[in-house]
């Protein structure tokens, strides 16, 4: 996506309004604008129910309103369409199936974003409209959070916004503050006081977020204007601007989180948020640590799915294998890269790069080709805000929120707006346009209704999940759109069908139950715990052997970093009919939980249980696994079921009894 020069912008800042087809892309832009800033974004980023739906409604418009395929390079178009269209093929593919359409559809909004507001922004007069709006966005997000918070009465707490998390809000705001701060350092006179006030107001909101990472960029995003503006011949009082504009910030927060604001207090430090984080175990450490993990299981979940991946929104599923035994678990791999990779392998993977690596580019270039001259930031302002979202989305998990990926499209396709081609092309290149545009325009149409069938699917997921609800998930079964429909309905007939004591029979048809059975393969793969439930309904349809075979395939490849899994495993044997086997399944188990600081304890307790319930409860080994649990792991938790006869006598030389290696700990 290279760009040509400014200087083949109109001449004029206005925005031209010269024919019908003028007025109808700026209504068409504004509306699209509206849509994403100030209804998608103060709904929880666009991810509660309608949201998303309505901003691709909004954004298809605007992409058949403003012709991207008549003034942007097929190459450019191409690049664009190639990752909805990549994203919809990992639906089709991995296991996950059509649950990730919401997913694939984001993609898709952002898609249209980038391709409308590139071909929109063809006079300085458009970027600075878009940016207004953006500018005021940030005004509205401020306010929205800036009640809340203030309501909460401790100037400590962080800021979240209507993100309601404060990672995301923060770097949202940081992209808004950049360009306040842009303008305010070298705007026009009657613009830098809007400047001032938005600077001042997103990159308070940033610093109250207590999000380190969105801090940091901030700061690295203020010295880059800083440098550009001091290149060439700035304007009179640019560099003392630029110096006095984070002195300004942090006398801003001083008063916001003064006792002026909170008079029952004595008031908080700017940096309270980030202080109160490291005090309450948030460290900068910890959350390193954290994230290496997560990177790490997302780089073994694509190494062992490449081409496809887990399926979009399956990472958490899949990862868990690769993670740390009692480490706390993410469904978002804190990094949307690597987690495309893992949920989309290359089949994602390798456009998505494509299109981020050329946004950055763009920005880059736009950066170091622009100088100290009036309008500069109307070039540098979005470039820079959008390499900052660029950078952040490599340390959380941003893009789950469409709002802001959308976002993050609009400001790249600002970026971008001078990769125009004017030349026209050969008849083949034509053609291509025709394709992609057809594509783009189908993928809006196909997203907006696997969104509203994956949002009804969810409503009627909630609801039939209920106790005794198996006769709506019956319905809901029945009643699923037949394009768009997943597996999620019959795993949750499966729950509903399996009861927990084995001995017992199955609560719906055997015709139902293996239908299930047959639409929950293919998730199964990445799911351990679903692929135990198959094999618990197996047993009771009858399969002895197929479902024996199933689970201890599953501990096989699991148990390394799940021990838990034996306990599944013995109940499936023990239901069989081999005891033995079972109870010498789940000491194997145990050999490793029972053992001192087992990360997972109450894991551990829960094969205890198992094993109690394998052997009967006077059975020595289910005594001496209750006496050495107690004392390697501490009391058995609140709530476990363990025969009362265990629980009773500590028999002597427990430790040959379930020939566990020798510990003190494990000693009774």
């Known amino acids: 996506m290279t760009q040509e020069p400014e200087t083949q912008d109109a001449p004029t800042r206005a925005v031209a309004l010269r024919s019908w087809s003028d007025r109808l892309e700026v209504a068409a832009v504004v509306t699209l604008l509206l849509v994403i ?16 739906p309505l901003g691709l409604i909004a954004a298809g418009v605007a992409f058949v309103v403003c012709r991207p395929w008549q003034r942007l390079r097929l190459r450019t178009i191409a690049i664009a369409a190639s990752v909805p269209l990549a994203a919809y093929g990992v639906c089709l593919m991995s296991p996950t199936g059509w649950s990730g359409a919401p997913v694939a559809a984001a993609y898709t909004l952002a898609a249209l974003c980038f391709l409308t507001t590139a071909a929109f922004a063809r006079s300085p007069g458009r970027r600075a409209l878009v940016l ?3 500018g005021l966005a940030g005004f509205d997000q401020f306010r929205r959070s800036f009640l809340a918070w203030w309501g909460g009465e401790n100037p400590g707490a962080k800021m979240i916004g209507t993100f309601y998390w404060h990672n995301q809000y923060g770097t949202y705001l940081a992209a808004i503050a950049l360009v306040g701060a842009a303008v305010a350092i070298e705007g026009r006179s009657r613009l830098r006081v809007a400047g001032w006030a938005l600077a001042l107001v997103a990159s308070s909101g940033v610093v109250l977020s207590a999000s380190r990472a969105s801090i940091a960029l901030l700061a690295g995003g203020w010295i880059v204007l800083g440098v550009v503006a001091a290149r060439g011949t700035p304007a009179k009082g640019t560099l003392l601007r630029c110096a006095a ?3 300004a910030v942090v006398g801003a927060v001083f008063l916001l989180t003064s006792a002026v604001l909170f008079p029952g207090t004595s008031g908080s430090s700017p940096v309270g948020g980030v202080t109160s984080r490291g005090v309450s175990g948030e460290t900068a450490e910890s959350s390193a640590h954290f994230r290496l993990e997560f990177w790490r299981a997302a780089v073994n979940v694509a190494v062992d799915r490449p081409l496809a991946g887990a399926g979009l929104g399956g990472y958490g599923t899949a990862a868990s294998e690769y993670l740390p035994l009692g ?17 989309g392998g290359l089949l994602l993977g390798l456009p998505l790069a494509a299109s ?5 580019f763009a920005a880059v270039r736009r950066i170091a080709a622009s100088r100290a001259a009036p309008g500069w930031q109307l070039s540098v302002a979005p470039a820079l805000a959008a390499l900052l979202l660029l950078l952040h989305a490599g340390l959380d998990f941003d893009w789950v929120y469409p709002a802001l990926f959308a976002f993050v499209a609009l400001l790249g396709g600002l970026t971008t707006s001078g990769d125009r081609d004017d030349n026209g092309d050969p008849l083949g290149a034509r053609r291509a346009r025709v394709v992609a545009v057809a594509v783009l325009v189908g993928l809006a149409a196909a997203s907006t209704l696997a969104v509203r069938a994956d949002e009804q699917l969810a409503t009627g997921l909630a609801a039939a999940r209920r106790p005794g609800s198996v006769g709506r998930l019956e319905a809901l079964a029945r009643a699923r759109p037949a394009v768009f429909a997943d597996s999620r309905v019959d795993a949750a007939l499966l729950v509903a069908a399996v009861p927990k004591d084995l001995s017992t029979p199955l609560r719906l048809p055997e015709s139902q139950v293996r239908a299930a059975l047959h639409a929950t393969a293919r998730r199964a793969a990445i799911d351990a715990n679903l692929q135990i439930l198959r094999a618990r309904a197996m047993l009771l349809l009858g399969e002895r052997d197929a479902a024996i075979a199933l689970a201890r395939g599953v501990v ?4 390394a970093r799940r021990v838990y899994l034996v306990g599944d495993l013995a109940e499936i044997l023990a239901a069989a009919g081999e005891r033995e086997q079972a109870a010498a399944t789940v000491l194997s188990g145990l050999a490793k939980e029972l053992q001192p600081a087992y990360p997972a304890p109450d894991q551990a307790w829960s094969n205890v249980a198992v094993l109690a319930g394998v052997v009967g409860p006077d059975d020595p080994r289910a005594r001496c ?7 390697a792991l501490g009391p058995p938790p609140l709530g476990l079921r363990l025969p009362s006869a265990a629980l009773v006598a500590e028999p002597v030389g427990c430790s040959s009894v ?6 003190p700990r494990a000693q009774v």
């Not at 800033?37 to 998303?52: E, I, N, Q």
């Not at 981020?356 to 950055?360: D, E, M």
């Not at 096989?556 to 148990?559: A, E, H, P, Q």
Request: hydrophobic share 50%.
């Open 37 to 52: 800033l100030f209804v998608m974004v103060p709904r929880y980023g666009g991810r509660d129910p309608g949201a998303l």
């Open 132 to 134: 207004a709006l953006m």
């Open 245 to 247: 504009l984070p002195l």
């Open 327 to 343: 480490m706390q678990r993410s469904p978002y791999a804190h990094n949307v890269y690597l987690q495309d990779v893992a949920e």
């Open 356 to 360: 981020a690596l050329a946004v950055a």
């Open 556 to 559: 096989s490849r699991y148990g």
């Open 625 to 631: 696994a209750v006496a050495i649990a107690t004392r």
């Open 658 to 663: 379930l020939r566990l290696p020798g510990s």
